[in-house]
Structure formats: C-alpha cells, structure tokens
C-alpha cells in the first residue's frame, strides 16, 4: 500500500512509550541518564511517559479523527534484544507487531525509524558509536527488525539526526551519554553515518520494494550581517550543522574549512578515522531524504569584537518556548536548496513542530493560537516549495502528543494533543483540529 502525499504525525519509543522494564526490555542509556542526578530538568524521567505501551490503540484513534495517512514512530532497540545485542526479545517484537498492526488496520502507512536514541545501555558499555568495532551490533539490529517486519513496512529510517546524537550527547553533554569530547562526537558522526551507509542493503534485502533515508535535523545558517567575518562564520556553522552529513550521503567528502578550523583550534588532531570505502559506504544511494526542521540560525561572529564588526542586519522574529525562532521561509528556501544542491529522489519532512504551552481553558479547550500559526505557515512553506519543483512526498507534524522533551523533561509541549501528566488524560489541542482541517481540504 502507497499513497500519494503523506500527511502524518511523528513521534519516538522513549519518548512517549513508558513501561521501561518489562516484557524483557533491557537497560537504555537514557534511563541511565534519567537515573543520574542534574540531567533532566525537574528530575522528570519516562518510566510511564504518555505510557502509550499500554494506550496505543487509544492514541491511534486520534490518528484516524486527524485524517493522517502515515505514522513515523521508533523502535526501541533495547526492546527487541537480549544482553548479548543478538537474541531477539520475542516480548519486544510481538509489541511493535501488534502496534503496527493496528495502524494497517487503519489504513495507516507506518514509518519506521530504527535509532531514535534510546540505544541499549551494554552497546556503549561495549564502546557505543565512538567504537567502529560497534557498527556490527547496530547491523544486527537492523536485521532482526527488517526480517521481522520486511513485509509490512514499506518505509524505514536508519537514524534520526545523527548531529544530535553526537553532539548533544558526546561533545556538548546535555544528552545521554553526556560526554564532552569533539574529537569523539566526530568519530559518533561518521560510525553513525557508515552504519548507515551498511544498514540499507540489509533492510532492502528483507523488505523488498520498501523505501529506505536518513533523518537529518537541519538548521540553515544566514549571517547576522555583511562583514566577511558573519560570513566565514556562517560558512562554517551550515559546514557543521548541515553539510557535514549532507556531503558525505550524497556523494562528496566531509567539507575542508570547518575540519580544518578545528585542527587548527587544537579542538582534533586530524580527520584520521576514514578508513578506505566509507565514502562509497555513506553514499549508498537512498530512496529518500527525511528532514527535521524546526527553525534557521543567525549567525555572528565571535573572532572580532563585537564594536569592531559591522551592525547586525537580520535581527530574530517571534521565538517559540525553545528560543527557536518562528521562521517558516526558512523551511522553503531550505527545501529548495537541499534539492539544487544533492537532489534526493523523494523528501519528507519527517518532522517540523513548535514548543508552546497553554492551559486548559474552562471549557476544556486548549487555544494554542501559535501553533495553528506555526502550522499554517510551515505547511505553506512546503506547497511553495512543491509548486517550485521540489520532490517532497510528505510532512510529518511533531507531535502527536505533549511528551519527554529529553534533557528538557516535561516541560516543552510540542504536542497537537494535550496530556495532563498526572492522570494522562488526552486533550486535543485547537492545532490538532485546525490540522485535521488542513488535511481534509
Ligand atoms: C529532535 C527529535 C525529537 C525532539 C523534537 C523537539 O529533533 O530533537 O527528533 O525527539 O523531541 O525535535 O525537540
């Protein structure tokens, strides 16, 4: 079953999941990270969550009052093996089973992402992403769940944003596993990446006709000015954030002045961890492209004073309770350059969302005013981008429900629908119905 354009929601296993510990779930890092004092805010922790382990069903049903014709979840690795990261936990299977089951019964066309950071706690303890040796297990992952699955699901998704991954969990610390070294996080990156690069033929191999991409979270970068200093900044920001993970998918090596301004900062010694073959590997063709976007980023220079530098020109708009600004156009322009410059056979927008919090009004209501805004414009950007030639197949909103916004506990709201944490009760929010509109029509 293919259909045409995509209109789906997203959301990931640790997130939203809850029942950490049962039904032979084996330890993920983030709930080692939850377990360690000061990393999430309020101490919050996804022990319950939306505890959509035992309300899937409930929660599809919203999928079908929406209209949505897809679903993009994740997999819970640590769920599917046993200590040794190669029996299978028949327990875990047959849970997603039943999940995917009911949203085919729907009509629902299932995404499905393999790594969306809830990775076994004994894979790092074996040297995680840092350690090439390590790719093997994430192979054998991806083919217990493709063999498992490779008839019914005709979409997949090796990682989700593998700049994440890496830097917020390994050179900036704010996520699991929290360390702090950028020499490792580029290390993370490019395993991540091969790893990759090696999972798409197993997937196509056990799901034949299925469609296979990457997730990449990307944040285009403009110069706060004209200076040549805002410009090389800029350069290097999008050669970090965008590029290099662009580059090497789509044919061409990890870009030279920010690896070089690293070397040259003392930050690495050397790009010295390619071995011969991982750019054949990272380019295997894809079927697809799938890309977060949420905000841009303006960018100002720090290497002269800010008296010496000319005066900022592009000053941010309204920001959401993230800080990211409210920057539909962005989405547009991005669409428009990532297919100019690497041309993907298909695009999704796998997910493309805003933080705002609102009360329950007395009636019950939740008028998130600024989400229905933040939707409205966004979804314009992608027909805009559409009518200009872009291949883009779908968009996937984030998020279905309110849920654990990571090292930010429960306190960023990106849901369509509302949860009260304390009882779990569901509230569609004004956003979700203006979606439902927006599909139907
Ligand atoms: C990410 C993830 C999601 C987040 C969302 C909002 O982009 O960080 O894919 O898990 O919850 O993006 O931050």
């Known amino acids: 079953m293919k259909k045409d354009f995509m209109w789906g929601v997203a959301t990931s296993s640790f997130q939203i999941e809850g029942s950490n510990d049962i039904d032979g779930k084996i330890r993920s890092i983030w709930d080692e990270f939850c377990d360690t004092p000061e990393k999430i805010k309020n101490s919050d922790h996804a022990k319950i969550a939306c505890d959509h382990y035992n309300k899937f069903s409930d929660d599809f049903n919203f999928l079908d009052e929406l209209g949505v014709n897809c679903y993009r979840f994740s997999i819970s690795w640590p769920r599917i093996v046993k200590e040794d990261l190669k029996t299978k936990n028949q327990k ?6 039943r999940m995917i089951n009911n949203l085919l019964d729907r009509g629902i066309e ?11 706690q004994i894979f790092l303890e074996k040297g995680g992403w840092t350690n090439r040796d390590c790719i093997k297990y994430f192979l054998e992952y991806s083919d217990i769940v493709s063999r498992e699955f490779g008839d019914i699901i005709n979409y997949w998704i090796t990682h989700n944003e593998p700049w994440v991954i890496s830097n917020c969990g390994y050179k900036d610390g704010i996520h699991a596993p929290g360390e702090k070294s950028v020499y490792d996080s580029l290390k993370v990156n490019h395993h991540l990446l091969v790893s990759h690069g090696q999972a798409v033929p197993i997937i196509r191999s056990n799901s034949k006709d299925s469609e296979v991409g990457i997730v990449l979270n990307l944040t285009p970068g403009m110069p706060a000015s004209s200076s040549s200093e805002d410009q090389k900044a800029t ?3 999008n050669q970090f954030f965008n590029d290099w993970f662009l580059d090497p998918l789509y044919g061409k090596k990890y870009p ?6 690293w070397i040259s900062n003392g930050l690495i010694p050397g790009i010295d961890f390619i071995n011969d073959n991982d750019y054949d590997i990272i380019s295997t063709p894809t079927d697809f492209l799938g890309i977060n976007y949420y905000s841009r980023a303006i960018i100002r220079s720090d290497s002269i004073s800010e008296s010496d530098n000319l005066p900022i020109e592009i000053v941010a708009g309204e920001k959401t309770d993230f800080d990211w600004e409210v920057y539909p156009d962005g989405l547009e322009n991005l669409l428009i350059d990532v297919h100019r410059r690497y041309s993907p056979k298909s695009i999704y927008i796998t997910e493309n969302g805003c933080a705002y919090d609102y009360p329950i009004e007395s009636d019950g209501d939740i008028l998130d005013t600024k989400r229905v805004e933040y939707l409205e414009s966004h979804i314009q950007a992608c027909r805009n981008a559409v009518d200009k030639g872009v291949p883009l197949n779908g968009y996937m909103h984030w998020s279905l429900m309110d849920n654990f916004e990571w090292a930010e506990g429960y306190c960023k709201k990106f849901g369509l629908i509302g949860i009260d944490f304390e009882t779990l009760k569901r509230t569609p929010k004004k956003s979700f119905w203006k979606y439902k509109e927006i599909i139907n029509s």
């Open 92 to 97: 875990g299977l047959d849970f997603y089973h």
């Open 110 to 120: 299932p995404f499905l992402t393999l790594n969306h950071w809830d990775i076994p």
């Open 235 to 237: 350069l290097l920001f």
């Open 256 to 261: 030279d002045e920010v690896a070089q301004d």
